[in-house]
């Protein structure tokens, strides 16, 4: 499992990604995380000429599901039971700034993963 401390409107906020994250928010939001975050990776690429990426009014939907997980996640006891009244606590909460970091997180989380299959089929070969 991974952790990230991210500034968000002046205010730490532990995210964490772990195995247990696309259970979580399937039950929370009965989609499929990873295909949300496909999608949202897919947005992200730089447009040619150093522009912001362009997001959807769903995309933004998205991201906010996926942050709030991954807080409610790194800090269960601190974080509320919805996503409204989670984002409620913050002035802004910029797309722009917090998702790079949470795919980042995201990422990583993956790549660990990965690593942790390919060592147990080692010890099963051996």
Request: aromatic share 10%; hydrophobic share 40%.
């Amino acid at each position: 499992m991974l952790t990230k401390i991210i500034m968000i409107d002046g205010k730490e906020v532990k995210f964490r990604a772990s195995a247990a994250v696309p259970r979580l928010y399937r039950t929370y939001f009965g989609r499929d995380i990873i295909r949300d975050i496909q999608k949202l990776e897919k947005s992200t690429v730089e447009i040619k000429g150093g522009k912001k990426p362009e997001y959807e009014i769903g995309d933004l939907e998205v991201f906010e599901n996926v942050a709030y997980i991954f807080a409610r996640h790194g800090d269960p006891e601190n974080v509320p039971k919805t996503v409204e009244e989670w984002l409620d606590e913050f002035n802004t909460f910029s797309i722009y700034t917090v998702l790079p970091e949470l795919l980042e997180l995201w990422g990583m989380n993956q790549l660990q993963t990965v690593e942790s299959k390919k060592n147990l089929i080692k010890q099963i070969e051996k």
